[in-house]
Every structure is written in structure tokens, then in C-alpha cells.
């Protein structure tokens, strides 16, 4: 990280963690996150899985599906959260020397108070239910190196699936990250895993060395 401070940094030099920070919620606070991500999830199958096989569709497709996805997470939103949700944003808490780009999340929720805080989700096409390859180096290189999510102990991965079983998806994913997908209570009735991980943080930061992740597998065959 450059050690010359942005716009951000000096706005919201306070930089609590993301789930600790929602006292409204307590401890359901990724619990409620991820509802409106599921919801979300269900309006894009209906209004768009019944009408287009995106299995058909290469061009952008990961980017495409999950720019609408974000439109669909405002909407099952009230407005009146402590937290609001963006498409793309940047993190710039460990941003690189310039000119490199500070790396850019797929969908983050960010909190009201501290937009600089944000719990993240990244997508991945998964083409079949064997090719986790690019979705597991996604979380290695990138979250368990605390480069994504350094504010949050929780965040997620979607998996954009086009052929193939869910259930064996989320096998592949355990094998292949050598980790173990447990089910998550609220969520017993979804294509819905986490797995637990200790993180290597930077000497001198306070960010959370415990870290969860969620694993989303999200059908995308026509209905």
C-alpha cells in the first residue's frame, strides 16, 4: 500500500469491523445480508431464468449477471438498513503503489457510516460442476491474504453455475480448497456452505485474523 492516504482515509479514519459495527442487528448481521442476497437471487430466476438461458450467453456473462444481481439486491431492501450496497467498488485499504488499480469488488455491502468498510461477494462462472479451479485461487490469493474483506471477518463467493449439480459443485470446491463445507442453520433449504479460515494479517494492522466464508451456488439453467 502507498503510504500516502486518500479522500477516504482521511473522511473515515475510523475503521471498525463490519459485522461488530451493525448494532442494530447484533449478531444476525451477515445472516440479514445474505437473506437479501438469496431473495435477489430468487427475482432474477423469475423475471429473467424463465425468459433467458444464460447458459447460452459467453460475452461479459460474469460481470453481466452479477451487475443485474446488485439491481436486484436494492430492491428487496428498504433503505432504512445501516448499510447500502454498490456494484464494483474499490478497496483501497490495500491498494498498491500507484499506478496499479486498487483492487474492485463484484458487489459489496458498505456501511452507511463508514463507506470504507464494506463485506464483499465475488462471482465466478462455474461452466460445470467439476471447474472450481478459478473460484478457489479467488479466495486463496485474495481473501485468506486479507487483500479482500481486511474490515470484515466474513464475506462471499458466488458461484455462477451452468451445468451440473450444485451439491457436487460445493463437493469439488471442499476438495479442491482442502477445506471443510459445513451447512449454515439459516440456510438449510439453499445451495448454501461455509468454511472457516485463519488469515495472514500484515504486521501492524488490526484486521480480523478469523475468517468465514460463504458459498453461494447459484443455479443458472432456464426454469
Known amino acids: 500500500m502507498t503510504g500516502r492516504q486518500t479522500y477516504s482515509e482521511r473522511r473515515w479514519p475510523n475503521t471498525p469491523e463490519f459485522?461488530?459495527?451493525?448494532?442494530?442487528?447484533?449478531e444476525a448481521g451477515s445472516v440479514v445480508l445474505l437473506q437479501l442476497v438469496w431473495k435477489a437471487y430468487d427475482n432474477f430466476c423469475a423475471r429473467a431464468l424463465s425468459k433467458v438461458d444464460c447458459c447460452r450467453e459467453d460475452e461479459d456473462l460474469e460481470r453481466?449477471?452479477?451487475?443485474q444481481l446488485e439491481l436486484d439486491v436494492r430492491e428487496v431492501m428498504t433503505g432504512y438498513e445501516p448499510f447500502d450496497v454498490q456494484h464494483g467498488p474499490y478497496e483501497r485499504?490495500?491498494?498498491a503503489v500507484p499506478?496499479?488499480?486498487?483492487?474492485?469488488y463484484d458487489i459489496a455491502f458498505k456501511l452507511r457510516m463508514y463507506p470504507r468498510v464494506m463485506w464483499p461477494l465475488e462471482a465466478k462462472v462455474l461452466r460445470t460442476d467439476g471447474r472450481v479451479g478459478e473460484y478457489v485461487g479467488e479466495i486463496r490469493q485474495n481473501f485468506l491474504t486479507c487483500?479482500?474483506?481486511p474490515f470484515s471477518n466474513e464475506a462471499a463467493m458466488l458461484g455462477?453455475?451452468?451445468s451440473g449439480d450444485p451439491e457436487i459443485a460445493l463437493s469439488n470446491i471442499a476438495d479442491k480448497g482442502g477445506w471443510n463445507l459445513g451447512p449454515h442453520p439459516d440456510f438449510l433449504d439453499r445451495e448454501h456452505r461455509t468454511s472457516d479460515h485463519v488469515r495472514k494479517v500484515q504486521r501492524g494492522k488490526s484486521y480480523p485474523s478469523k475468517f468465514r466464508c460463504h458459498h453461494l451456488i447459484f443455479q443458472l439453467q432456464m426454469s
Not at 453481466?64 to 451487475?67: F, L
Open 160 to 162: 455462477y453455475l451452468l
Open 19 to 26: 459485522n461488530s459495527a451493525l448494532f442494530s442487528l447484533k
Open 99 to 104: 499506478p496499479a488499480q486498487p483492487p474492485q
Open 147 to 149: 487483500r479482500y474483506s
Open 64 to 67: 453481466d449477471i452479477t451487475e
Open 93 to 95: 485499504e490495500t491498494r
